[in-house]
């Protein structure tokens, strides 16, 4: 029997969100001793099941590495937690009685979660987890070519949640996902917050919804090796992180950028490590197959590993060849390798100095992944300053691997599945967004002055003018003398 897609998601959005809503009335009056035992119950069961999930995401996608999945199952539920288990998020969450204030937390409500297909069950559990200990519900709507390992997983961290007291209905997912059910979903007038995760499309589309929302931008990060850097390490970082899970992850590093004076060097410790570099009709034969005609990235080299795409792109690698590392020169829509790739496959530059990799990498950057992530090897305190100062991203991630570094697993950055790219990504936050961000504070202000304590009058008795009161007021909130 023929049935109408959009439809089916329609209602199914519909029944879910006022499923939601009623379970989410009932955990804004749980204490934060309740929902933080309901959260470790959703933590524990995520961590518990991360092999299985992670078989399934595999099979259903094609995308990554079973190995790795599994590490970003136990990421996302198991390191989230541990970080996020001690924050007051409910209630009163913080009180100052020296200035007589005090900050209450307060739900949102209902949260849209849009899953990506290349992470589908670990940003299932995290955006689950995180949203809970918000006092919020969620609604996750999954990639349609991933949807069966999203809702297992989403079934688990929930099932695990309402064995401990979560409201049923309190997280839930989409059993018959299609663009419009998701564009129904964030568009309806009871989400309070949509989280997206995925393509450009879907973030823009999210931020149009008419809803608040907090989206990702595209990754696009350089990985700078300066001429300081303890190479084999660099190198050794790199090439760990970009085939972690096969690059799926998008703060992975897309491209080395190095200088003249330790090229050679650079190529040959790649070389040593499993990188090929390749020629220049190999380098055609692969750009080929990175991006589709469109413009956006191929999803057949999506999370494979550099033997199989050089097999795609019907060229031949060494066995052992761990990634694939293309020569290049320009930056833009024409030059792939200075695109996103969320695989095994690396654009190379080489430059004067660091001024001139300063100006690249911030060319690389705006052109595509500004606000994201980049990673710098440097034993300069010097060179990471002006980097730190100039260049467009939320994350400077400083001698570690992009993929884990960005994330919070090798830094000390809240753990997240959810990377904030700012303003100048076209998205509301920069964070590595957490618990905290996902909640309203109410701020309770007690008088501390009267107005006739504002109107001071000068010896001459008259009134003092507004530069003056300015001071005064501000000169009284700081505790300085006028």
Known sequence: MEYDEDLVALQEVRTLIRAAKTAQARLATYSQEDIDRICAAMAKAGYDNAETLARQAVEETGFGRVEDKIIKNQFASDSVW?????????????????????????????????????????????????????????????????????????????????????????????????????NALMSHPDIALILATGGPAMVRAAYSSGNPAIGVGPGNGPSYIERTADIPAAVHRIIDSKTFDNGTICASEQSVVTEDCIRDEVIAEFKRQGGYFLDQSQKDAVGAILMRSNGSMNPAVVGRPATRIAEMAGIKVPDGTRVLLAFETEVGDKFPYSREKLCPVLGFYSTKDWHDACELCIKILLHEGAGHSMTLHSRDEGVIKEFALKKPVSRLLVNTPGALGGVGATTDLMPSLTLGCGAVGGNSSSDNVGPLNLINIRRVARGRRELSDLRHENASGAAIDTEQLVRLVMARLTGAGV
């Open 82 to 182: 541990q970080a996020i288990k001690d924050l007051r998020t409910i209630g009163i969450i913080a009180d100052d009685p020296e200035h007589g204030i005090t900050q209450i937390g307060v739900p949102m409500g209902v949260i849209a979660g849009v899953i990506p297909s290349t992470n589908p069950t670990s940003t299932a559990i995290f955006k689950a987890i995180v949203s809970v200990k918000a006092g919020n519900a969620i609604v996750l709507s999954p990639h349609p070519g991933a949807k069966s390992c999203t809702l297992a997983a989403t079934r688990i961290v929930a099932q695990a949640g309402e064995a401990a007291g979560l409201p049923a209905g309190a997280v839930a997912c989409i059993e018959h996902p299609s663009l419009g059910g998701t």
